[in-house]
């Protein structure tokens, strides 16, 4: 088996990263790799600390592991890959994922674009660009939808930790991007111009 195509897609929360990454992956006939399944385990801590903790911080992934599992995905091998629980900020015990290799593997994350040792292992970094008031007004939509918060609870969040850590650490982390897209145009369009430039480097 070849060398897996690994893309890495990066950008704010809400801004359309992982719409893309999932499309990108379906075209290539690839696999999305999700960095949100990689938050470290807060089991050791009792609820009311966890709730505080700041996860929109780099620091709030466990790197290591992260890394280590996609290299092994990349070379062909199958990984167990663990799986995290917002509602309790912790990683399901005994639950974990079997990962096949894949052709093309997609790294989708707020912080995809920020690890060097990530950053290393990608074929093409495309950074997902949208307007701070677009990224809120989906991500209030998302976690009311998806993680039982409240209106209250997704307005303070975001702007005691998602707003600024945003602007500390994910929005400079276009800078290490090959591409650029706009998360507020058409999906098609951004996935065109992803397909372009993997055409125009030769990628597959």
């Given at each position: 088996?070849?060398?897996?195509?690994?893309?890495?897609?990066?950008?704010?929360s809400?801004?359309?990263?992982?719409?893309l990454?999932?499309?990108?992956?379906?075209?290539?006939k690839?696999?999305?790799f999700?960095?949100?399944?990689?938050?470290?385990?807060?089991s050791?801590?009792?609820?009311?600390?966890?709730?505080?903790?700041?996860?929109?911080?780099?620091?709030a992934?466990?790197?290591?592991?992260?890394?280590?599992?996609?290299?092994?995905?990349a070379a062909?091998?199958?990984?167990?890959?663990?799986?995290?629980?917002f509602?309790t900020?912790?990683r399901?015990?005994g639950v974990?994922?079997?990962?096949e290799?894949a052709?093309?593997i997609?790294?989708d994350?707020?912080f995809?674009?920020?690890?060097?040792?990530?950053?290393?292992l990608y074929?093409?970094?495309?950074?997902?660009?949208?307007?701070?008031a677009?990224?809120?007004?989906?991500?209030?939509?998302?976690?009311?939808?998806e993680?039982?918060?409240?209106?209250?609870?997704?307005?303070?969040?975001y702007?005691?930790?998602v707003?600024?850590?945003?602007e500390r650490y994910?929005?400079?982390?276009?800078?290490?991007?090959?591409l650029?897209?706009?998360?507020?145009?058409?999906?098609d369009?951004?996935?065109?111009?992803?397909?372009?430039e993997?055409g125009?480097?030769?990628?597959?």
């Amino acid at each position: 088996m070849k060398p897996a195509l690994i893309l890495g897609v990066g950008g704010c929360s809400g801004s359309g990263k992982t719409t893309l990454a999932r499309e990108l992956a379906r075209e290539l006939k690839g696999v999305p790799f999700l960095l949100d399944h990689y938050y470290r385990d807060l089991s050791h801590l009792s609820y009311e600390e966890r709730c505080v903790q700041n996860f929109d911080h780099p620091d709030a992934i466990e790197t290591c592991l992260l890394i280590e599992q996609l290299e092994q995905l990349a070379a062909s091998h199958t990984i167990a890959q663990p799986r995290y629980d917002f509602a309790t900020h912790t990683r399901r015990a005994g639950v974990e994922e079997r990962m096949e290799p894949a052709a093309c593997i997609v790294v989708d994350g707020i912080f995809a674009l920020y690890y060097p040792g990530l950053r290393r292992l990608y074929d093409l970094s495309v950074y997902v660009d949208a307007p701070d008031a677009v990224c809120y007004e989906r991500r209030l939509a998302r976690d009311i939808r998806e993680r039982g918060r409240t209106p209250e609870s997704v307005a303070g969040h975001y702007a005691a930790t998602v707003r600024p850590m945003a602007e500390r650490y994910v929005r400079p982390s276009s800078q290490y991007a090959d591409l650029i897209v706009q998360g507020t145009e058409s999906l098609d369009w951004s996935v065109e111009r992803v397909m372009a430039e993997i055409g125009e480097r030769g990628l597959v």
